[in-house]
């Protein structure tokens, strides 16, 4: 994962941005499948992300039965592109390492469609997230 400062400002050709979107990504039926295995299977695959893709992956956290994602990205990346991005590859790549997850899940689906975000900045306070 990348070491970003709270108050670095990253600036593009056109723009300057203090951007971090925390996003939280519900386990399906929030069963507790989040081992050890898998989350190291998470943070591997975040990191393929980032260097695959212009997303800086910052700080992955999980619960049990959910994921919590710091990332950054210029704002002309849409949110929506991150969030299929990494829910995509990242539940691929569960299932391919792991097939036994997808037979305890209601439907295969291993994250529920839905997901919450909230943008962490200059004036947001670190401490909380």
Same mark, same amino acid.
């Given at each position: $994962?990348? !070491?970003?400062? *709270?108050? *670095?400002?990253? /600036? ?13 990504? &519900? ?5 507790? #499948? #989040? !081992?050890?295995?898998?989350?190291? $299977?998470?943070? !591997? %695959?975040? =990191? *393929?992300? =980032?260097?695959?893709? &212009?997303? +800086? $992956?910052?700080?992955?956290? %999980?619960? %049990? ?10 704002? /002309?990346?849409? #949110? ?6 990494? @829910?995509?590859?990242?539940?691929? +790549?569960?299932?391919?390492? @792991? &097939?036994?997850? @997808? ?5 295969? *689906?291993?994250?529920? !469609?839905?997901?919450?975000?909230? %943008?962490?900045?200059?004036? =947001? ?5």
């Amino acid at each position: $994962m990348a !070491d970003q400062r *709270e108050d *670095e400002v990253c /600036k593009g050709a056109h723009c300057a941005w203090h951007i971090h979107y925390h996003i939280v990504f &519900p386990v399906n039926c929030r069963k507790a #499948l #989040l !081992d050890e295995g898998v989350i190291a $299977m998470i943070q !591997d %695959t975040a =990191a *393929e992300i =980032a260097a695959r893709f &212009p997303i +800086e $992956m910052e700080v992955i956290g %999980t619960g %049990t039965n959910h994921i919590h994602l710091l990332c950054s990205a210029h704002p /002309k990346i849409a #949110l929506g592109w991150i969030v299929q991005i990494f @829910k995509r590859l990242t539940v691929r +790549e569960i299932f391919r390492r @792991k &097939p036994a997850v @997808k037979r305890v899940l209601w439907g295969g *689906e291993f994250l529920t !469609d839905g997901y919450n975000v909230a %943008t962490v900045g200059a004036r =947001a306070n670190w401490q909380t997230v």
